[in-house]
């Protein structure tokens, strides 16, 4: 069975950094998608980052230049590290796998919100 346990997120102030991390288990992970979602009440659930089983990485548009994701391989871990934060990146953010067979699977939330 996979899991996806998420740590990070919290409150920080508009212009800061958060890192999230989520570790996967059950699954295996080097050939999987990794990716970070987000949703805010009302509003669907938009891709934040995503990375491929090769490192190739896209960004929504409004986090491009400040979130990097990265993943660690050895650790089944993903990460996203999130600079100069606004108020506009409050949301409950969600760690996504995909696997070799596109079935999706997803991590509990974190919820991340920025202070003005």
């Known amino acids: 069975q996979v899991r996806l346990v998420v740590s990070g997120g919290g409150l920080v102030q508009a212009g800061g950094s958060l890192r999230l991390s989520c570790a996967a288990s059950?699954?295996?992970?080097?050939?999987?998608?990794m990716g970070w979602y987000r949703q805010t009440p009302g509003k669907q659930r938009e891709l934040v980052a995503r990375i491929t089983s090769g490192g190739s990485t896209n960004y929504a548009d409004s986090v491009k230049g400040r979130f990097t994701i990265s993943r660690d391989n050895a650790k089944n871990t993903v990460y996203l590290q999130m600079n100069s934060l606004k108020p506009e990146d409050t949301a409950v953010y969600i760690c996504?796998?995909?696997?070799?067979?596109?079935?999706?699977?997803w991590g509990q939330g974190t919820q991340v919100t920025v202070s003005s």
């Open positions: 996504n796998l995909r696997n070799l067979f596109s079935i999706n699977y």
């Open positions: 059950g699954s295996d992970f080097s050939v999987s998608t």
